[in-house]
């Protein structure tokens, strides 16, 4: 395991505790998450089998440690939320036109807004409802139809992790 592997976990197992103790109810969600280094990713995702992906460069060296528990608790919300069942949901009544890369984007949102709620110090370039002209209180259904209406091309999203069951941090374009 590489320096950086090393620090990074030692990072989310902070985040980790801290999470579980400052959000006691959603502690199952918390400390179910098993961490698996993917090198290049970026950020952090989370997996519909609860698999917590991290780019161990990002989260060693890029990120404070504050930062990373920023995106730890990102993760929890999408998986104490329920984003992959939802998006589910939207993906059956939508069929071949459900766009997953805007949902990410949307679920975001979601977690964005209770992660800097609980007062995280915010990574640089994560978006919010606000940054889209929407109320930073939609639900991620609403904000995805909202979105869905307007012209896409006009936004500014950015290409997603396909692979991945839930959404990866949706962050602007520079």
């Not at 959603?26 to 098993?34: C, T």
């Not at 949901?89 to 071949?96: F, H």
């Not at 640089?124 to 896409?152: H, I, K, S, W």
């Amino acid at each position: 395991m590489n320096t950086n592997t090393t620090e990074a976990l030692r990072r989310i197992a902070i985040a980790r505790a801290l999470t579980s103790k400052d959000i006691i109810y959603w502690a199952k969600f918390s400390q179910g998450l098993r961490p698996v280094a993917k090198p290049g990713l970026g950020t952090f995702a989370v997996t519909r089998e609860l698999v917590l992906l991290f780019d161990p460069d990002v989260a060693a060296t890029q990120w404070t440690p504050e930062q990373v528990r920023f995106a730890f608790e990102h993760e929890v919300y999408h998986v104490a939320l329920r984003h992959a069942e939802r998006a589910d949901r939207l993906r059956e009544a939508e069929g071949a036109t459900f766009d997953q890369h805007l949902w990410n984007v949307c679920a975001d949102f979601e977690c964005n807004r209770l992660a800097r709620a609980r007062g995280r110090a915010v990574i640089p370039g994560v978006c919010f409802a606000a940054d889209y002209g929407l109320p930073e209180n939609m639900a991620a259904e609403v904000a995805y139809r909202t979105l869905r209406e307007q012209d896409r091309k006009s936004t500014r999203l950015n290409s997603s992790h396909g692979y991945i069951s839930y959404a990866v941090f949706c962050l602007k374009k520079k």
